[in-house]
Nanobody
Framework: QVQLVESGGGLVQAGGSLRLSCAASGNIFSINPMGWYRQAPGKQRELVAHISAFGRTNYADSVKGRFTISRDNAKNTLYLQMNSLKPEDTASYYC?????????WGQGTQVTVSS
């Protein structure tokens, strides 16, 4: 059974930074791709950043140059460093682990950016 637990969200002023973490249980973390998604009220969930099992990354255009996704396979942890935050980044942020058989989601962590 895989469990994902996000942390690191909070309230920050525009221009500030936060670092999200996603701790994974189980032994399949290092061999599968993972991603960060976000969902704002009234909007669909969207991909923010993705990282392959080998560390290849890609980002939504809206966060390129400001957010950095990384993973520490030894710690079974996924990270999202968010800099130069904007009010439009306000959302619940979720991590996702993708396996050939199933997707796993965390419970989400709230990020609120004040102007």
């Amino acid at each position: 059974q895989v469990q994902l637990v996000e942390s690191g969200g909070g309230l920050v002023q525009a221009g500030g930074s936060l670092r999200l973490s996603c701790a994974a249980s189980g032994n399949i973390f290092s061999i599968n791709p993972m991603g960060w998604y976000r969902q704002a009220p009234g909007k669909q969930r969207e991909l923010v950043a993705h990282i392959s099992a080998f560390g290849r990354t890609n980002y939504a255009d809206s966060v390129k140059g400001r957010f950095t996704i990384s993973r520490d396979n030894a710690k079974n942890t996924l990270y999202l460093q968010m800099n130069s935050l904007k009010p439009e980044d306000t959302a619940s942020y979720y991590c996702k682990l993708t396996t050939p058989l199933s997707d796993y989601w965390g419970q989400g962590t709230q990020v609120t950016v004040s102007s």
